[in-house]
């Protein structure tokens, strides 16, 4: 697991809305450095999702991927955090050949900056913030920033506030303010200085 570091600020914005759940018409035209989905063995597993390194022709003349696969937190060694996003992978060393017809569709993988950039969010984004070694269980980078009371690192599916006055973001459901709130939010530290506001500018607004 990544050790937390509290940091001041973050480029957060609001929890992403999924646009769609319709994937994309499958796209064979694959190359190098795609993203692709492969299905599950199993039904009720989600697809399987992994970079192509290298492709070539197999001995039976049908194209095979050399595919680096990513990894769903839930298929980590230390499992799926509360902070772990809804599409959030992790690219592995793990890599294996595969026969082009295994391949549902491409997608997207995303840094996290990137995915938090998208308009609208499809059910081929997702976003990687962290390299797995699936042999030893450890994350790079292994040490993330934390935030709000609860010390843990930024989950994009979450909505945050910023303090006002210190520039903190907090989880919305940890200080129990949210956007559709009126007001400024000031976190625990700053809450007289929400009062001190108040009284040197009655009424307005202090920018
Ligand atoms: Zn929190
Ligand atoms: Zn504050």
Known sequence: MPRG??????????????ASNKAPAPNLDIKV?????VKSES????????????????????????LRWYYRPEDSSS??????????LFRSQVVDWNY?????????????EAYENLDTVTAVDFYS????NATTGHFRPDVVPVYCYCEHPYNPDRDMVMCKHCKDWFH??????????????????H?????????ESPGEEDE
């Open 5 to 18: 570091v509290k940091k001041k600020t973050v480029a957060a914005k609001g929890v992403k809305r999924w």
């Open 33 to 37: 450095g795609d993203n692709v989905m």
């Open 43 to 66: 039904p009720d597993e989600p697809s399987y999702v992994g970079q192509v390194d290298q492709i070539k022709k197999g001995d039976n003349g049908t194209k095979q991927l050399k």
């Open 79 to 88: 499992g799926r955090q509360s902070w772990h996003g809804d599409r959030e």
């Open 100 to 112: 082009i017809g295994c391949v549902e569709c491409k997608c997207n993988v995303h840094d996290l």
């Open 129 to 132: 913030r962290f390299e797995y």
């Open 172 to 189: 919305c459901d940890c200080v129990d303010f949210y956007p559709s709130m009126e007001g400024d939010f000031y976190c625990r530290s």
């Open 191 to 199: 809450a007289c200085q929400e009062k001190k506001n108040e009284l």
